[in-house]
């Protein structure tokens, strides 16, 4: 109970707008996997949807986010688990994990599992993996198929890996629906800007904006926020330390283009 307390999640609701630029992925997404989840009945037979997904691209570009976002839409109950997690944490618990898991998910259609670094339990490691990962894979593969068979079923397995070349070709074949996740292009760091600078006092205009999205090419998502972050900090980092205990938050200065530039150093 306590385990499944671990990995069965409450979040916040993550809408499709959240979600900068990956027009493709949300698209191919909201036709094979959250139409299908929502109205099973249509989807049958030819139209029967995968059951297992690989999010695969650069670190921090979304992927998880893109889960969230799956369960959200469905209404599902989602569950995260991270192989690392599962081999280091409960040694030779992992599969009877995966096997309540699936239990657990089969009792709360629709479910969303959701698999961070997938490569570092099902890769193709045949010769070297200890016996206790064969048996963990073996039962993540049982439990797969499972869930593949019984039509009735509103399970989706999400795999997300930076490494998909590791992933060996028994993996692959579960994943059927495979999306690569880039880096954000630069419309989508854009929005990602302004979405989070929209949280503190700024005074950026638009066309700053754009500049700080053409300085950051080559960033994910998860580094502009890293980013945003550092140059939301450096008003109170020119505050001095005697008047941090008598400033009020609407007497901080507000967030300037000057800020990213030295957020940028470093970020
Ligand atoms: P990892 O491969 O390291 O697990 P990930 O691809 O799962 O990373 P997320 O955890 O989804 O990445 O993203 C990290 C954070 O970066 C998010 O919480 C969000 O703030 C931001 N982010 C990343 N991509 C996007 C995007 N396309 N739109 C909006 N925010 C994004």
Known sequence: EQIMGEIM??????????????KYAKDTIKEAIIFPLIRPEIFTGLRRPPRGILLFGPPGTGKTLI??????????TFFSINP??????????????VKTMFAVATEHQPAVIFMDEVD??????????????RRLKNEFFI????????????????????????????VRRRFVRRLYVPLPEMEARKQIIEKLIREVDNCLTQGQIQHIAELTEGYSGA?????????ALEPVRSISSTQMNSISAEQL???TMADFKNALQHV
């Open 223 to 231: 580094d502009i926020d890293s980013l945003c972050r550092d140059a």
């Open 120 to 133: 570092s339990l099902l890769s193709q490691r045949s010769d070297t993996e200890h016996e206790s990962s």
């Open 253 to 255: 200065r507000a967030v």
């Open 9 to 22: 999640h409450k979040y916040k609701p993550v809408d499709w707008d959240d979600i900068a630029g990956l």
């Open 84 to 97: 690392s997690t599962l081999t280091s944490k409960w040694i030779g618990e992992g599969e009877k994990l």
């Open 67 to 76: 889960a969230k976002c799956i369960a959200s839409q469905a209404k599902a």
């Open 143 to 170: 439990q797969l198929d499972g869930a593949a068979t019984n039509e009735e079923d509103r399970i989706v397995i999400i795999g997300a890996t930076n490494r998909p070349q590791e992933l060996d070709e028994a």
